[in-house]
């Protein structure tokens, strides 16, 4: 114990054995017998109500106990600020773990991100995306305006009209041109790789989703740290003595008056027994 190292309790309640065997520690004794002693010596109530810790110490003179109950409380206040330290880096320790997962984890979301955007050569397909659906309603917009055109001329013109031959040859420019943008968009990519584009569309998204999840994941363990610095500052628990142990003046114990009473009134009830069945037995015989 951290108090014998301060205090050797062997020493201040062992001399005392050979006159008061019953209320003195074994000079050999062992740790079992020094703990089971402490309890006798060291009395701790705590009451509900107002919280408090009530420490009471006997010992065979006034500056032992008060020796004792003074390295109690050294001892118990170094106990309580190492409980405090030992949560707070516990809590700080667990906060700073999730904030280098939470970082790790975003990192990771971006480089494969930017693991795409550098296979692809599209920085957004979202945007490439409305580039492409706006070639194709440009085109088709250009399609129909060249059917009208063609109509138009076709109704004051015969077949071998130069002017139907170009409009013929620019609806099938547009068409052409309308097919392969169409092919392009379903098949291919801007670069003409094998990967179909709604398949790069749908694992964009997802690297989006990872990405989005992983941010909002470093904005909460980043709170959460800053949090913990903030309990860790502000919750501590500290121990503090409303009153100050004291030399006693008086020895309450041991209480002679009590331990003869006692003592009287089991001699009294041994001696009613025993006279009692002494009577019985003379009386059966």
């Known amino acids: 114990m951290a108090v014998n190292k301060r205090i050797d309790l062997r020493a201040h309640y062992s001399p005392p054995y050979r006159r008061d065997p019953i209320f003195a520690l074994k000079p050999d004794s062992t740790v079992e017998q020094l703990v089971e002693y402490w309890k006798r010596i060291v009395l701790v109530s705590y009451d509900q109500n107002s919280g408090l810790i009530s420490l009471t110490t006997l010992g065979f003179d006034p500056e032992t106990s008060h020796d004792l109950a003074i390295a109690i409380l050294e001892e118990s206040q170094i106990l309580m600020n190492a409980l405090n330290a030992t949560a ?23 480089e494969a991100l930017v693991r795409f955007r550098t296979r692809t050569q599209i920085v957004d397909p979202e945007s490439d995306l409305r580039g492409r659906m706006g070639v194709l309603n440009s085109l088709q917009q250009q399609l129909a305006q060249a059917m009208v055109d063609y109509d138009i001329i076709a109704q004051d013109s015969g077949p071998e009209d130069p002017r139907v031959v170009q409009a013929l040859r620019r609806i099938e420019v547009i068409r052409t041109r309308l097919a392969a943008e169409r092919a392009n968009f379903a098949e291919q990519d801007a670069n003409g790789s094998e990967e179909a584009y709604p398949a790069l569309m749908a694992e964009y998204e997802g690297l989006i989703v990872d990405r989005e999840f992983a941010e909002e994941a470093y904005r909460v363990a980043l709170a959460t740290l800053d949090s913990a610095r903030s309990n860790a500052a502000r919750q501590s628990r500290y121990l503090s003595t409303y009153i100050q142990p004291t030399i006693p003046e008086t020895a309450e114990f041991p209480r002679r008056v009590v331990i003869f009473a006692l003592a009287g009134l089991f001699l009294l009830l041994l001696w009613v027994i025993l006279s009692l069945m002494y009577y019985a037995i003379r009386d059966r015989n």
Request: hydrophobic share 35%.
């Open 88 to 110: 707070r880096a516990d809590s700080l320790k667990y906060a700073e773990e999730d904030l280098k997962d939470a970082v790790d984890r975003l990192k990771s979301a971006r």
